[in-house]
């Protein structure tokens, strides 16, 4: 069993940067690929980064170059730094923690209960 909590969404305007933390608990987070989705109003849960037990990462397209994700196991957290932020980018950002690398939702065992994003225009 993995509980997961988000913390670090705001409001931001276009360009600006936020970092978001998720806090987990559970003795076997260490073993997990962690990721990261998002939800917009409206919109289909998607895939935003991940990053597996060993540190090898994977980003959507649109966060490239702009997001980072990164993981301390020793304190059992996961991090996404977000840069040049756009009005795009508002939506509920979840943390996830799954057995394997995937960019589908339905991979993934345990889920946080989101933070809010706003990035103003």
């Known amino acids: 069993q993995v509980q997961l909590v988000e913390s670090g969404g705001g409001l931001v305007q276009a360009g600006g940067s936020l970092r978001l933390s998720c806090a987990a608990s559970?003795?076997?987070?260490?073993?997990?690929?962690m990721a990261w989705f998002r939800q917009g109003p409206g919109k289909e849960r998607e895939f935003v980064a991940a990053?597996?037990?060993?540190?090898?990462?994977y980003y959507t397209d649109s966060g490239k170059g702009r997001f980072t994700i990164s993981r301390d196991n020793a304190k059992k957290m996961v991090y996404l730094q977000m840069n040049s932020l756009k009005p795009e980018d508002t939506a509920v950002y979840y943390c996830?923690?799954?057995?394997?690398?995937?960019?589908?939702?339905?991979?993934?065992?345990?889920w946080g209960q989101g933070t809010q994003v706003t990035v103003s225009s």
């Open positions: 996830a923690a799954g057995p394997s690398s995937s960019r589908l939702y339905y991979a993934y065992s345990y």
């Open positions: 990053i597996t037990w060993s540190g090898h990462t």
């Open positions: 559970g003795a076997t987070f260490s073993s997990y690929t």
